[in-house]
Nanobody, 124 residues
Framework: QVQLVESGGGLVQAGGSLRLSCAASAHTRSSDYAMGWFRQAPGKEREFVAQMGWSGNKKTYADSVKGRFTISKDNAKSTAYLQMNDLKPEDTAVYYC????????????????WGQGTQVTVAS
């Protein structure tokens, strides 16, 4: 069972930056899994944000965040990150870390492993 714990959310002004972290459980190696991020804003459906394949390739972003968000992972720490720059009020949502695998290039639309979520609020 893969367990994921997010951190790094908070309140930020528009134009600011945040970095979300996603720590995988001790017996899980992030190097073996495709990792990604989804988000859900109040009253809206959950949506895909970004993902990367198990080997670090296949980075994919939603059009709404392309050029502003960057996904990465540190396999030595079994931790994935989402660097979010130039944040906008419409980025306000609960952000969920996800994983799929092992040895997947994509997390897919319904990844099997989810974190508990971290709130990101962007004030205008």
């Amino acid at each position: 069972q893969v367990q994921l714990v997010e951190s790094g959310g908070g309140l930020v002004q528009a134009g600011g930056s945040l970095r979300l972290s996603c720590a995988a459980s001790a017996h899980t190696r992030s190097s073996d899994y495709a990792m990604g991020w989804f988000r859900q804003a109040p009253g809206k459906e959950r949506e895909f944000v970004a993902q990367m394949g198990w080997s670090g390739n296949k980075k994919t972003y939603a059009d709404s965040v392309k050029g502003r968000f960057t996904i990465s992972k540190d396999n030595a720490k079994s931790t994935a990150y989402l660097q979010m720059n130039d944040l906008k009020p419409e980025d306000t949502a609960v952000y969920y870390c996800v994983a799929d695998g092992p040895y997947n290039d994509y997390v897919g639309s319904r990844p099997p492993y989810w974190g508990q979520g971290t709130q990101v609020t962007v004030a205008s």
